[in-house]
Nanobody
């Protein structure tokens, strides 16, 4: 059974930084991409950033220039470094992984709160 274990959320002041981590276990074949989505109260879940195992990265316009996604392929782990955080970045952040030929998976979510 695939499990995504997230860590690194918390409370930070505006202008601060956080680093989110997500480790996937139970992967049977191989991962094609992993990333982070977020959902703020009353809003739809949206992509923040994702990385393919080939190294292609994709960012939401709202975080471009402030965030960096990276992966450790050997550990099936993805990291999201977020800098210059803003109150509008406050949301529950969800890790997402796509396993080749098998489907996709979601983490439980980690709260990120940015105070002004």
């Amino acid at each position: 059974q695939v499990e995504l274990v997230e860590s690194g959320g918390g409370l930070v002041q505006a202008g601060g930084s956080l680093r989110l981590s997500c480790a996937a276990s139970g992967i049977f074949l191989s991962i094609s991409r992993m990333g982070w989505y977020r959902q703020a109260p009353g809003k739809q879940r949206e992509l923040v950033a994702e990385v393919t195992w080939g190294g292609t990265m994709n960012y939401a316009d709202s975080v471009k220039g402030r965030s960096t996604i990276s992966r450790d392929s050997a550990k099936n782990t993805v990291y999201l470094q977020m800098n210059t955080l803003r109150p509008e970045d406050t949301a529950v952040y969800y890790c997402h992984a796509v396993e080749r030929f098998r489907g996709d998976y979601w983490g439980q979510g980690t709260q990120v709160t940015v105070s002004s």
